[in-house]
């Protein structure tokens, strides 16, 4: 079992009691995992030059519809092997 998350957005405020409160808005995901011990190949490149143009600021939007609009993020990477299971299909769910 793995959780990504990410704080999308907090805020330091103050109750009617006056007692600091945090307010914070976090996105996650749950995922359930198998792992297998594979030997993966990385290419290496040569010095990439930081840009010299500056990064335009983003507008300011809320955070939970910027969370829904992101892809899922991939926990590993592609696996280009045969099915384990190939009589299954996953999309009906029936497995003989």
């Known amino acids: ?35 297998l011990i594979v030997q993966l190949l990385i290419p290496a490149y040569d010095y990439c030059p930081v840009p010299k143009e500056l990064c335009e600021e983003e507008p ?19 696996q280009n092997l045969d099915p384990l299971f190939p009589d299954c299909d996953d999309n009906d769910g029936d497995c003989d």
């Open 1 to 35: 079992l793995e959780m990504v998350a990410e704080a999308l957005d907090g805020e330091l405020l103050q109750d009617p009691n006056g007692d600091d409160v945090l307010d914070i808005t976090l996105g996650y995901y749950i995922v359930v995992k198998c792992e």
């Open 60 to 78: 300011e939007e809320d955070p939970c519809e910027r969370f829904d609009r992101a892809p899922v993020p991939k926990f590993y990477p592609d």
